[in-house]
């Protein structure tokens, strides 16, 4: 099972950015997936989520700016970032999620500047 996110650089405040999750190696509709995120120091947190329904799920702090969706052909999960703010900074990891199965990407970079 392969992850492989991309999309991440360097924005200003103010910016968009959407960044990409490419899998291989699952029956990909048939899995939740999942962006979260890492800001040096800090925990790794939830961001947003897209169930194989395609019903979706925001952390409060980007909700109205982020957008989740998915692509069950392409096998892809996107995740459109408007209105970035400073404390958006942080590396970006998709994964997925069935049941006690989970797969975890390695991560992209999201810089934001002031």
């Known amino acids: 099972v392969q992850l492989q996110a991309s999309g991440g650089g360097l924005v200003q405040a103010g910016g968009s950015l959407r960044v990409s999750c490419a899998v291989s190696?699952?029956?990909?509709?048939?899995?939740?997936v999942a962006w979260y995120r890492q800001a040096p120091g800090k925990q790794r947190d939830l961001v947003a989520s897209?169930?194989?329904?395609?019903?979706?799920n925001y952390a409060d702090s980007v909700n109205g700016r982020f957008s989740i969706s998915r692509d069950n052909g392409k096998k892809m999960v996107y995740l459109q970032m408007n209105s970035l703010k400073p404390e958006d900074t942080a590396v970006y990891y998709c994964?997925?999620?069935?049941?006690?199965?989970?797969?975890w990407g390695q991560g992209t970079q999201v810089t934001v500047s002031s």
């Open positions: 994964k997925l999620v069935k049941g006690s199965q989970n797969y």
């Open positions: 190696g699952v029956f990909f509709s048939t899995y939740d």
């Open positions: 897209i169930t194989t329904n395609s019903w979706t």
